[in-house]
């Protein structure tokens, strides 16, 4: 979320700013990533298991802060986990290198749930649900908790990696789960590989000079993939091709060739290490590619874009190199050979736009219509033009169907535009049925080298009173139309040329359509590298007008309804809580709009009083009797000790989870801090019955919820009266 005055409309700041909750966990995540690097690159490296298994029990104690950490392999015949190593602060019953430590799965029931459906377990030995087997195992251990994940390799169960924690020590998070697994994930390799190598030649799977499996092993795993997936499963291809690997061999000799290729090798190992399911290769030459099982389109993109990254934080001190990576995306009943076809399209987009960057099949549909929209400056003939490019964007767009929304249709005109005339940036905002305020949705910037990005907002994070732009709001209550503002016009409409000025912007074209989800604004901003903004704004205006979705209620996005009922519910929740009188009568308010906003199953709002938690205000499912709680229990206490946003995708996958009769069936969690005059007050606690119902989206609105309910507190008293 963007912060500016009041008087500015836009802000063109640094796309990839992240905020504080992505930096904080990016900066808690610093030591995780290295221990993935060091196993990853191990096992990329390792053909016996013996040679990484050591490495990767240490590197995984260290990450998850655990006391005692141990890889053990299932035997199906004889109905048991033999462990093979164990790491850390070993109890007497414990050797490093066991001969014979084995756990019957019939003794053990979370062991045998494990090898039937391949989900991860822990246990605390002070939750009222503990397996009565495992609490007794960790006290014989001298441990309080432990948690365990399995190694899949091709599908089936292999083994586990099982970490313990010692008396007093704080219980294991998601994060530590998710950790454990892609660790897992990379022991997994290593096994692959070591069965591999000791079946078959090492000179027919992998490639000699970068020691990546080779085209023959990529093509054999990625039949293997294919014939696993199910219908809505996911399954990306992400091809990547070192740019000017000619010019390099020739004009620095083959040696810096292969450097530049053991390079590349070396990022996608490093990049693919923090991914499940990632499987790295050389297909060729120059060109590279990973398999991602388990992964979207979004998924292969978010991987090239973390592989440029890698590529150049490596590159100091360095011969510098650069990628071009093609992602694609398979359904079900595709062939590999489509997929690779449409990654290989995407590769050669990134090729023509310059290279050193990552393209999409999304974005090889939109190439005709960045290059038809570019030739409008080069042409004699813009109306005949015109005709030509209206063609080329129905082509382009002709297989979106009635269920695509109007705000990816218009990212992609918006886009185009943006490359095709240079502007600086672009802004899409929607103004809702009978609303009166512009929202902004989406930005999309063109100067930052010469990278074009878009970024969407969280709902209701800018508006603006249409009142303010006269100029917009008749276009906005017209339903459709266009104008454009060159900063230097003297007759300009005085509203749009203040905010030119204040963006340091010297144009902008506008153009609105409407559909059923509200009016749309796609907003073009102009500087001096971008060419003849006037010219744009009829085939802007036509263009706009011809991608939106049918006019039927069917067809309106949810995702865009969703945003625009959040925002509003923002602003109702504000006007309802200023009439709340006090604390209690407050935080049923705030619950009550939660609870509509987002569905949930329960909305409770504690107050913290000393080392408790209490009950203050609730909706939806109510708590029977009277609830308490330890101030520093379950994910409540961890989101007020660290006072910051805790979101659980997952409770199943939380070992601090503490749920209630009430609470019976949640899946999702999002707790946010409640701040009062300074002191840590309480806080909005959120459960789903649905898994991933929170987003990182939905911090920032939920965060916004409780500064309000702060705000009233701070006037009507923070509570003193209900203890009293």
């Avoid at 700013?17 to 900066?27: E, F, I, M, Y």
């Avoid at 005692?68 to 490093?96: K, M, P, T, Y």
């Avoid at 049925?433 to 100067?447: E, K, M, Q, S, V």
Wanted: charged fraction near 25%; proline fraction near 4%; charge should be negative.
């Amino acid at each position: 979320m963007t912060i500016r005055g009041p008087e500015t409309r836009r802000s063109l700041s640094d796309p990839r700013r992240r905020d504080g909750h992505a930096a904080q966990s990016l900066r808690a995540g610093e030591q995780e990533h290295s221990a993935l690097l060091r196993v990853a690159a191990a096992c990329a490296g390792a053909n016996q298991l013996d040679d990484v298994l050591e490495l990767a029990a240490e590197e995984a104690l260290l990450a998850v802060g655990a006391d005692s950490l141990s890889v053990g392999r299932f035997d199906r015949d004889a109905r048991s986990l033999q462990v093979l190593i164990n790491v850390g602060e070993l109890s007497e019953l414990e050797e490093r290198f066991p001969e014979d430590e084995n756990y019957p799965l019939e003794s053990f029931p979370l062991l045998a749930r494990m090898l039937e459906d391949g989900e991860p377990y822990f246990t605390a030995v002070d939750a009222h649900d503990a397996d009565p087997t495992q609490v007794r195992l960790l006290g014989e251990l001298g441990r309080s908790s432990d948690l365990a994940v399995p190694i899949i390799v091709e599908d089936l169960i292999w083994g586990e990696v099982w970490a313990a924690k010692g008396i007093g020590e704080p219980a294991f998070r998601a994060e530590d789960v998710s950790l454990l697994e892609l660790i897992a994930g990379q022991i997994a390799t290593a096994i692959t590989r070591a069965e591999m190598f000791g079946r078959v030649s090492r000179l027919a799977y992998e490639d000699p000079l970068t020691g990546l499996p080779n085209r023959r092993a990529f093509e054999e795993r990625l039949d293997r993939a294919l014939a696993r997936l199910r219908e809505g499963d996911s399954l990306a291809l992400l091809v990547c091709d070192l740019d000017g690997l000619k010019q390099i061999n020739d004009t620095r000799g083959h040696a810096a060739g292969d450097r530049a290729l053991k390079t590349a090798a070396q990022a996608l190992v490093r990049t693919a290490a923090g991914r499940r399911g990632a499987f790295a290769a050389r297909l060729s030459g120059d060109e590279f590619c990973v398999l991602l099982e388990g992964r979207d389109l979004f998924g292969a993109v978010s991987m090239g874009m973390a592989v440029l990254e890698s590529i150049d934080s490596g590159a100091a001190g360095r011969e510098s190199i650069s990628l071009s990576c093609g992602a694609a995306s398979a359904g079900f009943g595709d062939s590999g050979s489509e997929l690779l076809r449409a990654a290989d399209a995407a590769l050669y987009a990134a090729k023509r736009r310059g290279g050193g960057r990552v393209c999409s099949v999304a974005e090889t549909a939109t190439e005709t219509l960045v290059e038809a929209v570019g030739s409008l400056r080069r042409e004699d003939s813009p109306m005949r033009e015109l005709d030509r490019v209206v063609d080329a964007i129905a082509g382009a767009l002709e297989d979106a169907g009635p269920e695509e929304s109007a705000i990816d249709r218009l990212e992609v005109v918006a886009s185009a535009f943006m490359q095709g005339f240079d502007f600086a940036s672009f802004a899409i905002s929607i103004v809702p049925p009978r609303g009166d305020h512009l929202i902004d949705i989406a930005n999309g910037w063109n100067r930052d080298a010469d990278a074009l990005q878009s970024v969407r907002f969280a709902p209701a994070s800018e508006q603006y009173p249409l009142a303010d732009y006269p100029q917009s709001a008749e276009l906005i209550s017209a339903g459709c139309g266009s104008f454009s503002v060159l900063a230097d016009d003297p007759e300009a409409d005085p509203a749009e040329a203040a905010m030119l000025a204040e963006l340091r912007m010297s144009s902008v074209v506008t153009a609105v359509s409407s559909c059923t989800e509200g009016s749309f604004m796609v907003e073009l901003f102009g500087d001096e590298r971008t060419h003849e903004p006037e010219r744009a704004e009829r085939a802007l205006r036509l263009l706009v007008q011809s991608v939106m979705p049918p006019l039927h209620p069917d067809h309106a996005s949810s995702a865009t309804a969703a945003r625009i009922e959040l925002a509003e519910r923002v602003t109702a929740h504000a006007r309802e809580l200023a009439a709340a009188h006090d604390p209690h009568e407050a935080a049923v308010v705030t619950s009550r709009h939660l609870a509509a906003a987002y569905g949930c199953h329960v909305v409770h709002v504690v107050e913290r009083r000393g080392d408790r938690l209490a009950l203050v205000g609730e909706a939806g499912s109510p708590t029977p009797g009277t609830w308490d709680q330890a101030a520093t229990t379950g994910l409540i206490g961890r989101a007020l000790s660290e006072r910051a946003a805790v979101i659980s995708s997952d409770v199943q996958r939380e070992p601090a989870y503490r749920g209630t009769e009430a609470t019976r069936g949640v899946r999702s969690e999002l707790v946010v801090p409640i701040v009062a005059d300074g002191e840590d007050w309480g806080a909005l606690n959120l459960e789903h019955l649905d898994v991933d119902a929170f987003a990182i989206d939905d911090v920032a609105i939920v965060e916004a919820f409780a500064a309000q309910l702060a705000a009233r507190l701070e006037v009507v008293g923070t509570g003193a009266e209900l203890r009293a």
